[in-house]
């Protein structure tokens, strides 16, 4: 059975750094694209970037050049690593599996809170 456990978030002044970690149980991790996902207050959750079982990743715009992710798989981890952290980036965060109808996906972790104010 998955289990996913997010942590590493905080309170970061803009302009600031962080970096989240993901782990992951299971033996489907190291075969499956993985994806960071937040939600902010008041919004729908949305998809921030995912990693490809090869290492690749991919952002979505609003973080492009800022956020970057990385995964080990003999540890079943997923990071991310967010810089020039803004206020809009404020949201809870999740790691899941990346597929195209992720919003169907039934279980997620707790999530870690990343709140970006002066």
């Known amino acids: 059975q998955i289990q996913l456990v997010e942590s590493g978030g905080g309170l970061v002044q803009p302009g600031g750094s962080l970096r989240l970690s993901c782990a992951a149980s299971?033996?489907?991790?190291?075969?499956?694209?993985m994806a960071w996902y937040r939600q902010a207050p008041g919004k729908q959750r949305e998809v921030v970037g995912f990693?490809?079982?090869?290492?690749?990743?991919h952002f979505v715009d609003s973080v492009k050049g800022r956020f970057t992710m990385s995964r080990d798989n003999t540890k079943n981890m997923v990071y991310l690593q967010m810089s020039s952290l803004r206020p809009e980036d404020t949201a809870v965060y999740y790691c899941?599996?990346?597929?195209?109808?992720?919003?169907?996906?039934?279980?997620w972790g707790q999530g870690t809170r990343v709140t970006v104010s002066a």
């Open positions: 299971g033996n489907l991790f190291s075969t499956s694209d």
């Open positions: 899941n599996f990346y597929v195209l109808q992720w919003k169907q996906i039934a279980y």
């Open positions: 990693i490809k079982r090869d290492g690749a990743s």
